[in-house]
């Protein structure tokens, strides 16, 4: 396992960043991490959660996915509380563990296929990563993410907007050496979560309108009279 996770369950509070505790409420909703090993999944997530960079004595392979819960404090947000938890899952990158990682997509709102700027590999298996989770969880939706931006590339733009595209998905450059657009990442993902919520409340509504109505609408029913037969 990791060295970065003595303890597998932990809670990060947005408002306090840096500090965290062992917990087992449930989350909001769930986000998972794909792609090869070693292509900057786990240095994403914890930049993310600690606000710097790891040193190289915190690195590790993931080799068993790692659970992490995170607070967005939002107050000024319109659904009626004070934010959402994200679930997050630091899935391991090998093959060796994809068994064990598929039991950890299930009903994940949102999945981030990493792959290294500098790796053509974690690249070419990037589509292998995006084939297994819509196998799995097809409804999971796919944010793509180039991790080790501040390395020279090795992959050609072009070819990333176009699995992009084919994928309807939403592309991301980032580096876990200087920060650049990770928060940007898990807020998108935390503000189209919020999208989501607020049309599947307005479906929700919709129908119970739409039922109320149709039973405002009928008509009673009178009770049949019947003669006496004596």
């Known amino acids: ?48 959660l600690k606000r710097r960079k790891l040193d190289q004595s915190e690195i590790g392979a993931t080799v068993t996915p790692a659970f992490t819960r ?45 792959y290294d700027v500098s790796d ?3 690249w070419n298996r990037l589509r ?3 084939n297994e989770l819509q196998e799995n969880e097809s409804n999971c939706r796919i944010y793509i993410v180039g991790c080790k931006a501040d390395l020279p590339r090795q992959i050609c733009p072009e070819k990333v907007s176009e699995l992009a ?11 876990s050496e200087t920060g650049f657009q990770i928060e940007e990442v898990f807020y998108n993902i935390y503000n189209d979560y919020k999208d989501h919520l607020r049309i599947k409340r307005k ?7 739409k039922v109320s109505k149709i039973n405002l609408s009928s008509e009673p029913i009178e009770p049949i009279k019947r003669r006496c037969s004596c």
């Open 1 to 48: 396992m990791s060295r970065l996770f003595n303890n597998i369950f932990s809670i990060h509070d947005g408002r306090k960043r840096r500090k965290s505790k062992v917990i087992s409420v449930v989350p909001d909703f769930k986000v998972v991490t794909l792609g090869e090993s070693g292509c900057g999944k786990t240095s994403l997530v914890q930049w993310f």
């Open 70 to 114: 995170f607070k967005f404090i939002d107050d000024d947000n319109d659904l009626g509380n004070d934010g959402l938890s994200m679930g997050l899952w630091d899935t391991a990158g090998s093959e060796r563990f994809l068994s064990l990682s598929r039991l950890y997509y299930r009903d994940a709102f949102a999945a981030l296929l990493c």
């Open 120 to 122: 053509e590999y974690s």
């Open 128 to 130: 292998y990563w995006i």
């Open 165 to 175: 595209d084919e994928y309807t998905s939403i592309l991301y450059e980032t580096s």
């Open 203 to 209: 479906l929700d509504d919709e129908e119970i309108t």
